[in-house]
């Protein structure tokens, strides 16, 4: 399946999941280490964020509420419309080709998307993503991971659109990948109850 197939399969599965979405709770731990993680940003006096995947906006909505300078990106124009019904600055693009100046914002937020990106394109989504991030930002990841690596299209018959792609790693072999783009100040995993378990990490993008 060519990135184009992949993409497209995406924008028409989650523009017919979007309503779904919006009135779904995000799980405790991830609204933990996202505060805390605004706090961070607080801290260290940065404005500008920027999220790759921004879904409805359920954490845009949380992160300008705590009076930062959002925008959004999404490759599903439905969900782009969503944020922009909230009040949120939102853009339609691929995580592979974003419509932004280097250097152009003080941190980023990306959860849950990366894994739709195959393991040949990680390492340009990553560069590229670094690219639009100000030197030394703070770049937060969260992604489902497992025990062992693999690709796969799944269907989860819900009738929402054809199947998603998903790439899922292993800690080891995730962390390997993100030490490639920075330095990786914060890792950690939890598990809901399912097979797999999420993934949390902080990488700090090159100071020169």
């Given at each position: 399946?060519?990135?184009?197939?992949?993409?497209?399969?995406?924008?028409?599965?989650?523009?017919?999941?979007?309503?779904?979405?919006?009135?779904?709770?995000l799980?405790?731990p991830?609204?933990?280490?996202?505060?805390?993680?605004?706090?961070?940003?607080r801290?260290?006096?940065?404005?500008?964020?920027?999220e790759?995947?921004c879904?409805p906006g359920?954490?845009?909505?949380?992160?300008a509420?705590?009076?930062?300078?959002?925008?959004?990106?999404?490759?599903s124009?439905?969900?782009?419309?969503a944020?922009?019904?909230?009040?949120?600055h939102?853009?339609?693009?691929?995580?592979?080709?974003?419509?932004?100046?280097?250097?152009?914002?003080?941190a980023?937020?990306?959860?849950?998307?990366?894994?739709?990106?195959?393991d040949?394109?990680?390492?340009?989504?990553?560069?590229?993503?670094?690219r639009?991030?100000?030197p030394?930002?703070?770049?937060?990841?969260?992604l489902?991971?497992?025990?062992?690596?693999?690709?796969?299209?799944?269907?989860?018959?819900k009738?929402?659109?054809?199947?998603?792609?998903?790439?899922?790693?292993?800690?080891?072999?995730?962390?390997?990948?993100?030490?490639?783009?920075?330095?990786?100040?914060?890792?950690?995993?939890?598990?809901d109850?399912?097979a797999?378990?999420?993934?949390?990490a902080?990488?700090r993008?090159?100071?020169?």
């Amino acid at each position: 399946m060519s990135r184009a197939d992949r993409e497209q399969d995406l924008i028409t599965y989650y523009s017919g999941e979007i309503h779904a979405r919006v009135g779904r709770d995000l799980p405790e731990p991830r609204v933990e280490r996202r505060t805390a993680y605004l706090d961070q940003l607080r801290a260290e006096g940065r404005d500008t964020v920027l999220e790759v995947g921004c879904g409805p906006g359920r954490d845009g909505e949380a992160i300008a509420a705590a009076g930062f300078t959002y925008t959004g990106v999404d490759l599903s124009p439905a969900s782009v419309e969503a944020c922009r019904a909230l009040g949120l600055h939102a853009e339609a693009a691929s995580v592979l080709d974003l419509p932004f100046g280097d250097a152009s914002f003080d941190a980023g937020w990306t959860m849950s998307t990366l894994l739709h990106v195959a393991d040949q394109d990680l390492d340009q989504a990553l560069r590229e993503i670094v690219r639009v991030l100000r030197p030394g930002a703070p770049l937060a990841i969260g992604l489902w991971g497992d025990i062992s690596s693999g690709e796969h299209v799944w269907d989860d018959g819900k009738g929402y659109g054809p199947g998603r792609f998903f790439s899922i790693r292993s800690d080891e072999d995730m962390q390997e990948v993100l030490g490639r783009h920075g330095d990786l100040e914060q890792w950690t995993t939890w598990n809901d109850g399912g097979a797999m378990h999420y993934q949390w990490a902080v990488l700090r993008v090159s100071a020169s």
